[in-house]
């Protein structure tokens, strides 16, 4: 039994904390790119993806406040929305969205499944296409914005069931910013050496790092067959493995658990829940 850590066992390396969903006055946003820049600044944030509706907004020309500011575009009309991350060409929002991932994978960006839990059936993107779909990195295991219109702002019950299937794609969790009140309800914190853009590209598309809504995680390490997890603030640790299923849980705010050679599950994986609705989610550790 092999575990495949994403993260980093390294005393070297930060967290740093970003939002990989943020729409502006450029589409249908309430605040310009830079009164949504100082905002995510002054919430601490270190990385912020612009993601307008089918445009890509240069960045040009605004003060970044000492973030990292990361050119994307929300793949919206003619289909289920997907984040263009690092876009340094538009891709045409084609309604098939196999070609739009296949032209995103040229652009030598990536991909992320936006809200598939969004909307009164639940079901903004079908759970076929993610089983079918390639060339995508991962799924908006947490949409901010969907706490407050129909649907299930939480899509943790899709990544186990890809999970399960041997689809290995990772969690991510954004604001979706588009009012007051979606700013700072999501995040991504990515583990990196050095803060800057082509670390955190290689840390999200790498599934090195965690999300979050305010359980925030301090140490993530795997020694020989024990995965360690130590928290600030949370208040209790679930393990998660196939299909979703809860094998274990302890009270308080760190864990050791180690898996024995004969654990008969293909991933294992950790929410940390906090103070009231906050948690924060690792990445899937994938057994071999
Ligand atoms: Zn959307
Ligand atoms: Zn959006």
Known sequence: MKINNPYLNSANSIWVRGNLHTHTSISDGAFSPQDTITRYASLGYQFLMFSEHDLIAPANGLDTKGMVIIQGNEITDEGPHLLHVNAKKKVEPYSDRQKVLDEIQKDSGFAIISHPNWEEDFNHCPQEFLETWEHYTGIEIYNGIVRRLPGNPCATDRWDLLLSQ??????????????????????????????????VLNALKNGNFYTSTGVEIEKITVNSNTISLTTSNAKKIAVIVDYGRRIKEVQGNSICYEISDTFPYSYIRFECWGEGESQAWTQPFRLV
């Open 166 to 199: 041997g689809k290995f794609v990772w969690g991510y969790a954004n604001d979706d910013a588009h009012w007051d009140e979606n700013f700072g309800v999501a995040w991504n914190v990515a583990q990196v050496e050095k803060l800057t853009l082509e670390n």
